[in-house]
């Protein structure tokens, strides 16, 4: 029974030697099935095995989870396996559970800088910006300042603060504010990825779909505020308070930020 639902009653056969990685792997699932187990744990169970194989698995594997309808714990370092097996997430760092959550939150609402620097590909950009006085804005050091409308922040002025934003959300063209420096760029077919420097030094990838500027062009970009996170540069923590939120206009830059409490 384990065989035929794991697709291998016709290799039943053959010698170890004269199967494939995948099916190798398959065996080693209906080894743990035949068990009738409470628990499966699966520890990297698709590391050795190539790019297209490991696709093929990833969907084998949560097919016949949904199937045997039994608990599944799988530790992996791939982002994508986490994202696409899991129904809760525990990211570890240094034998520490950095958030515990479901796939979309871990990526929507990182607890921290590390969960959020870990999830996403191409990693989220990070920016440096400073806490204004009488705190109602951050002040980035790439220049622009993001006024928080709705009162004072609960943290003291000149606080430290990191600025996050994917790739992908980075606004290029259309009057942005912000000039990007192009030095690298990489073609993916459909879309290119744009390595830069800002003004302050700092650096930012952008996902661009379409044509994409030659190496050591200027391009001008903007951060829009649905798109940014906000945490404390000393603890690496999500602040809240600070989580910029546009009000009226989902496309409204970084001069006009609400925020979510």
């Known amino acids: ?39 499966f744990l699966f520890d990297e169970p698709l590391s050795t095995l190539d790019a297209k194989l490991r696709v093929q698995m990833r969907a084998e594997i949560k097919r016949l989870q ?8 799988y530790v992996t370092h791939d982002q ?3 994202m696409t097996l899991g129904d809760r997430l525990v990211v570890m760092h240094e034998g520490r559970a ?15 800088t590390f ?16 806490l204004a006085p009488g705190g109602e804005a951050a002040i980035l050091k790439a220049g622009p300042r993001l006024a928080f409308i709705d009162g004072r922040r609960p943290l003291p002025d000149g606080t430290a603060l990191t600025i996050g934003i994917r790739p992908e959300h980075v606004v290029a063209g259309g009057g942005g504010e912000i000039p990007l420096r192009v030095d690298l760029v990489e073609p993916l077919g459909a ?12 650096e930012m990838t952008v996902r661009l779909s379409g044509s994409s500027p030659l190496p050591g062009a200027i391009l001008p970009v903007s951060l829009p505020a649905l ?3 906000v945490f404390e540069t000393g603890t ?23 925020t979510v409490r």
């Open 236 to 258: 690496g923590a999500r602040v809240d308070g600070l989580s910029p939120r546009a009000r009226g206009d989902a496309g409204a830059s970084v001069a006009n930020l609400g």
């Open 227 to 229: 798109s940014l996170h």
């Open 1 to 39: 029974q384990a065989a035929d639902l794991l697709g291998l009653g016709a290799l039943l056969q053959r010698w170890p030697r004269q199967l494939s990685g995948g099916q190798r792997q398959r065996v080693a699932m209906g080894r743990a099935i035949v068990r009738e187990p409470k628990l």
């Open 80 to 82: 994508v396996e986490a």
């Open 191 to 202: 879309e290119s990825l744009l390595h830069g420097q800002l003004p302050s030094g700092e």
């Open 66 to 73: 949904r199937r045997l309808g039994v608990t599944s714990l």
């Open 115 to 130: 969960v959020a620097g870990c999830i996403g590909a191409p990693a989220r950009n990070f920016l440096e910006a400073t």
């Open 98 to 112: 950095e958030q515990v959550a479901s796939p979309m939150e871990v990526w929507s609402r990182p607890a921290n």
